[in-house]
């Protein structure tokens, strides 16, 4: 038990609709980061939030977007989704002054797009 | 940037026998932190090991010890005594370290590990 949580944790969506993931993140940290996780594959990293801001990008379009709220949880949005958009979606958190400190997963929000 | 190459797609191990799960990494970065964690079919990722890049002895937590030959540029996750809890996917990950920098993790594609009765 991580104290990380994610909702809803499955859903189905067809293509061109909106999806909105939502996490709460262990009591303390300030820093959630947001994943990709392809059916058989490693997490991918999407974005990631410190203090409400965000500082650090990966590899996805804009339609990928999110948010931190003054309480430390986030969402991830996603807009006209793809089918290749399916997934398993990991939040994580982590203090953002604890430079190699582990980060605290939840256990994801898989995401079905028909 | 960074890659992470684990080999070894799935993994047999009889019960309280040792394994060795392969991990390698790439990147030009001097300064960096390496991961396991293991993934059970609930989707969570439990984090089990960190070694950083100027760690002069190899991490040791309980039945997992990292085994860091940074010439190499390997960190192999070896697990004694397997139990059958220990079944699941098991997921090497890095991070650049340093000020500024997100916290971002680099996996690679992961070990099934299935620990036999």
């Known amino acids: 038990e991580t104290g990380v949580t994610q909702s809803p944790t499955h859903l189905i969506k067809t293509r061109g609709q909106q999806v909105t993931l939502r996490c709460s993140s262990q009591?303390?940290?300030?820093?959630v980061s947001w994943y990709q996780q392809a059916l058989g594959q490693g997490p991918q990293f999407i974005f990631q939030?410190?203090?409400?801001?965000?500082?650090g990008r990966g590899n996805f379009p804009p339609r990928f977007s999110g948010l931190q709220f003054p309480n430390y949880s986030s969402e991830l949005n996603v807009n006209a989704l793809e089918l290749d958009d399916s997934a398993l979606y990991l939040c994580?958190?982590?203090?953002?002054?604890?430079?190699?400190?582990?980060?605290?997963f939840g256990e994801g929000s898989r995401l079905t797009v028909l | 940037a960074q890659k992470i190459t684990q080999t070894q797609p799935g993994m047999f191990v009889q019960e309280k026998e040792a394994v060795t799960l392969d991990c390698t990494y790439d990147?030009?970065?001097?300064?960096?932190?390496l991961f396991w964690y293991k993934q059970p079919s609930s989707g969570e990722m439990i984090f089990l090991i960190y070694?950083?890049?100027?760690?002069?002895q190899n991490a040791t937590e309980g039945r997992y010890s990292l085994n860091f030959q940074k010439a190499r540029k390997s960190a192999n996750l070896v697990i004694s005594a397997s139990q059958l809890g220990d079944s699941a996917m098991y997921f090497c990950?890095?991070?650049?370290?340093?000020?500024?920098?997100?916290?971002?993790?680099?996996f690679g594609s992961g070990t099934q590990l299935t620990v036999l009765p």
């Open positions: 994580a958190s982590s203090l953002g002054t604890t430079n190699t400190g582990e980060l605290f």
């Open positions: 990147t030009s970065d001097p300064s960096y932190g």
């Open positions: 070694q950083g890049s100027y760690d002069q």
């Open positions: 939030y410190y203090r409400e801001e965000e500082n």
């Open positions: 009591s303390g940290h300030n820093t």
């Open positions: 990950a890095m991070r650049v370290l340093g000020s500024g920098s997100a916290r971002q993790l680099t």
